[in-house]
């Protein structure tokens, strides 16, 4: 079989997500098959958190993909948080080639101006 019968390759891929909250914070659950720990990055900068990665394609030896419809490659995703974000109490977890990201909200930086009656 030398042949291939499909090629499905990307550099990048957009990993799907679903979030969640409530006014405490927010989880992030984004489904990454083929992604470590290890490869991971969040960051939080601003009102944006940016989470990248890179999933890579592994394969038995002596083996090569025949039909692929996985996505391998570097991802990117950027999501504007509408709270400051309290980064110290975080969490991030990979399991069963899902992240799930749950970031509390903060009090810090915001402030409650009262207005003084005359």
Not at 40 to 52: K, M, Q, R, S
Not at 67 to 89: A, H, M, T
Not at 97 to 116: D, F
Request: hydrophobic fraction near 35%.
């Amino acid at each position: 079989m030398e042949q291939q019968i499909a090629k499905k390759t990307t550099e990048e891929f957009l990993a799907p997500v679903n979030i969640i909250e409530n006014e405490n914070g927010a989880v992030f659950t984004l489904n990454l098959p083929g992604v470590s720990e290890n490869d991971i990055d969040i960051t939080v900068d601003g009102e944006y958190l940016t989470i990248e990665g890179k999933a890579s394609a592994q394969y038995p030896e002596n083996f090569k993909p025949l039909y692929q419809e996985f996505s391998f490659g570097n991802l990117k995703r950027k999501f504007k948080i509408p709270k400051p974000v309290d980064s110290e109490k975080a969490r991030a977890e990979v399991k069963n080639g899902q992240l799930v990201l749950t970031i509390p909200y903060s009090e810090a930086g915001i402030k409650k101006i009262s207005v003084n009656h005359n």
